[in-house]
Nanobody
Framework: QVQLVESGGGLVQAGGSLRLSCAAS????????MGWFRQAPGKEREFVAA????????YYGDSVKGRFTISRDYAKNTVYLQMNSLKPEDTAVYYC??????????????????WGQGTQVTVSS
């Protein structure tokens, strides 16, 4: 069992930065792929980024490549999403997720078993 708690959301102007954190409980944190997804009102849940259980491989959605960076700290059982050059279209609720996900299914939110409660990110123009 893994419990996930996100933090770090807020209101920021376009071009600004935010860092989201996802604190995980459970001793098996290191065995899971960790991902970030987002969902804006009226839209489907969108893949943002993921990091392999080893931390050696990262994956990004096309809309955030070059602007967002995912990382994980095993000592703190925490995953981070550094978001730079934010745009109004990045506005959404951001969710942290964990699962034993094969590489070819990384962007599929249905493959993740555990989810956080979400944190709101709002980017003003």
């Amino acid at each position: 069992q893994v419990q996930l708690v996100e933090s770090g959301g807020g209101l920021v102007q376009a071009g600004g930065s935010l860092r989201l954190s996802c604190a995980a409980s459970g001793r098996t944190f290191s065995r899971y792929v960790m991902g970030w997804f987002r969902q804006a009102p009226g839209k489907e849940r969108e893949f943002v980024a993921a990091i392999s259980w080893s931390g050696g491989i990262t994956y990004y959605g096309d809309s955030v490549k070059g602007r967002f960076t995912i990382s994980r700290d095993y000592a703190k059982n925490t995953v981070y999403l550094q978001m730079n050059s934010l745009k109004p279209e990045d506005t959404a609720v951001y969710y942290c997720a964990a699962g034993r996900v094969p590489d070819h299914r990384i962007p599929d939110h249905r493959m993740y078993d555990y989810w956080g409660q979400g944190t709101q990110v709002t980017v003003s123009s």
